[in-house]
């Protein structure tokens, strides 16, 4: 019995240790928006993610969904309770809405991730009557002459 009790016991550790957190990719937002961007002028996000779990994270590769859009990445293993980025870059070379993915790849429990960049290139002259982020609109802000 004691034999029965102690490979019992074994198994339980053994099983429990494989089901333990490893590394836990936890990002603060998967999508940003843009808005609108002026055709031309590259723009570019940083996501930030912490590790949430127990095991360093390596990202592997962090792949865009076209040519248009370029990703980096921390490069160095992310300790449990840090945090690394991954940053994404959008030529914005043609005008209208878009909406572009980045496959991140890593050691993490969940493998991979897809973080997203949408908004809307429009010309210059668009772009500087646009509303601003801050939510005022740049052309009322203009003084009007008499």
């Given at each position: 019995m ?7 016991v074994?198994?339980f ?7 333990a957190?490893?590394?836990?990719m936890k990002f603060?937002q998967?999508t940003?928006?843009?808005g ?6 590259p ?6 993610f912490?590790n949430?779990?127990t ?17 980096s ?5 992310v ?5 690394g ?13 878009f909406?572009k993915?980045v ?8 493998g991979s991730?897809?973080l997203y960049?949408k908004g809307?290139v ?6 500087q009557?646009?509303?601003a982020?801050?939510?005022t ?6 003084k009007?002459?008499r």
């Open positions: 004691k034999k029965f009790f102690s490979l019992f074994a198994l550790v053994f099983v429990a240790v494989g089901y957190q490893k590394g836990v603060a998967e940003h928006d843009f609108k961007v002026e055709q031309g002028k723009v570019t996000y940083v996501f930030e912490k949430m779990g095991d360093p994270i390596v990202i592997n590769d962090a792949t865009a969904s076209c040519g248009c859009t370029k990703p990445w921390t490069r160095e293993p300790m449990p309770g840090k945090t980025t991954v940053s994404a870059t959008y030529n914005a070379a043609a005008a209208g809405p909406n993915s496959t991140v790849t890593s050691n993490a429990e969940s991730v897809v960049l809307e429009v010309t210059q002259k668009e772009a009557t646009a509303v982020p801050g939510g609109d740049k052309s009322k802000d203009k009007k002459s």
